[in-house]
């Protein structure tokens, strides 16, 4: 027997293999080797830019703040939480309560909510689940060009239009049905807190609409077809699928509404009366902070007048933030369980 020798691989079959591992390993001592690359000028500048433009709105922010708490410090030291308590608003024995426009100002956006929701809720579902295509596009062009036309055209057409309407038909009409009700009876002068929140819920509708159509729109076509496949009708499938689909998104576009109707100004002001006063009946005059600082700021005499109603911008900027908080913790709540069932 001879003596085993081991076997050796043909000529150039070691130096193929090695040649085969060498970019590998090239690409591992390059891959544990630490990069010193560069950074991009292009992002920093980027990154700088961005930063810069969210600090300067901040800053506005800030700065509006900052501007009507100085230019209000007197009245605030003067009249102290009485303020926002009291009613009485008398520039010439120098007594001023912003309670009254605080009143008019949340009454009246509540009441153009309660009639801008239906019908803006109403003319989405119709748009996005029921108008032909023919519709579609002319009827959407008409609701977005309504929030194009000018506060002051709107009070405009209420003076010429919906103030005799109210003083002749509508108003009769409603104290004939619910006069037996505080809010439906007093005196009907044609202005006051129901025609002001009526042109408010006009000038809100297009902005409830737009949103609103949108998230109709982007509910999943596979869960209308579910529903119509079980049986569902037309009106059954958008209970069950497309509203409770887009309720988060309803939610803030009646939000955004009503945060419009807190700030508006001219409209209002041309049509509810102003009169510093608290009233249960919707016909009476009344007023709103927008309303009482655009119709006296340029006709305050003396300083602490000017600043009463610096301080009214205060208390309407507040009122403001705190709606849009409520407004974003609502939906927060209402979108979490809808959020946590998905897994």
Known sequence: MGSAHPIEPPIGTKMESQSLDAPWMATVTNARRPTSRRPNMGDRIFRVLTTGLALTLLAVVGSVVAVLCYESADAIRTFGSAFVTTSKWDPVAREFGALPFIYGTLVSSLLALAQAVPL?????????????????????????LLATIPSVVYGLWGIFVLVPWMRSYIGPALQGTLGFLPPFAGTNYGVGMLTASMILAIM?????????HEVFQAVPSAQREAAL???ATRWEMIRLAVLPYGRTGVIGAIMLGLGRAIGETMAVTMVIGNRADMSLSLFAPASTMASIIANEFTEATYDLYVQALVEIGLVLLIVTVVVNVLARLLVWRIAAPAAGGVR
């Not at 003319?123 to 609701?143: D, G, I, N, Y």
């Open 229 to 231: 496949a079980l049986g």
């Open 204 to 212: 809100i509708v297009p902005y409830i609409t737009s949103v609103a």
């Open 120 to 144: 803006s809720i109403g003319t989405a579902l119709f748009l996005s689940e029921l108008a032909p295509s023919w519709v579609r596009a002319p009827v959407s062009f008409l609701v977005e």
